[in-house]
T-cell receptor
Framework: RKEVEQDPGPFNVPEGATVAFNCTYS??????FFWYRQDCRKEPKLLMS???SGNEDGRFTAQLNRASQYISLLIRDSKLSDSATYLC?????????????FGQGTTLQVKP | SQTIHQWPATLVQPVGSPLSLECTVE??????LYWYRQAAGRGLQLLFY??????ISSEVPQNLSASRPQDRQFILSSKKLLLSDSGFYLC?????????????FGPGTRLTVT
């Protein structure tokens, strides 16, 4: 079993739609959580950190459920430019190494 | 502000040839540094990480090695490339924000071994 699991998709949605991605992680010792975005043939970029109380950044809302070991990302009012692969990422907080564990990613395609 | 550089952007090398990829970070000191590989259509695989000069940890046994000769320089090398070394190589640095480390990636090197 992968340590971080995501539905690979693709999710095909029309512009303006709301779409939600889910992610589960297996290590209950995980301490930090992130969503990264990766455009085709580009490097991953940090989209947002995920906090225990949930957090929002514009059209993006991230939520964490530690009891269920589940992370979600909600995108409202989808834009064509949101088309990308979204990576769910966790960290065990293992000392000072800062090592991250990446999910395989969920692909989003926003259509006009 | 911090920036991370990687070069070259693309590279085509024959099997059995050596490899040297360089990564440098500006605007920060004593960062943690990482090398990842992403094979076509696959996820990110952590290859090496470094928490300081001369300190290298390897995550998977393979045909590659890493070195950190200076605080903000991280080098990925191979003496003899294999076909399976093809992929997208990404360097990243991280900074501690309390207990959380956010990682920031360079633009990557796309390596094709022929």
């Amino acid at each position: 079993r992968k340590e971080v699991e995501q539905d690979p998709g693709p999710f095909n949605v029309p512009e303006g739609a709301t779409v939600a991605f889910n992610c589960t992680y297996s290590n209950s010792a995980s301490q930090s959580f992130f969503w990264y975005r990766q455009d085709c043939r580009k490097e991953p970029k940090l989209l947002m950190s995920v906090y225990s109380s949930g957090n929002e950044d514009g059209r993006f809302t991230a939520q964490l459920n530690r009891a269920s070991q589940y992370i979600s990302l909600l995108i409202r009012d989808s834009k064509l430019s949101d088309s990308a692969t979204y990576l769910c990422v966790v960290s065990h907080g293992s000392g000072n190494t800062g090592k991250l564990i990446f999910g395989q990613g969920t692909t989003l395609q926003v259509k006009p | 502000s911090q920036t991370i550089h990687q070069w070259p952007a693309t590279l085509v090398q024959p099997v059995g040839s050596p490899l040297s990829l360089e990564c440098t970070v500006e605007g920060t000191s004593n960062p943690n540094l990482y090398w990842y590989r992403q094979a076509a259509g696959r996820g990110l695989q952590l290859l090496f990480y470094s928490v300081g000069i001369g300190q290298i940890s390897s995550e998977v046994p393979q045909n590659l090695s890493a070195s950190r000769p200076q605080d903000r320089q991280f080098i990925l090398s191979s003496k003899k490339l294999l076909l399976s070394d093809s992929g997208f190589y990404l360097c990243a640095w991280s900074v501690s924000r309390g207990y959380s480390y956010e990682q920031y990636f360079g633009p990557g090197t796309r390596l094709t071994v022929t």
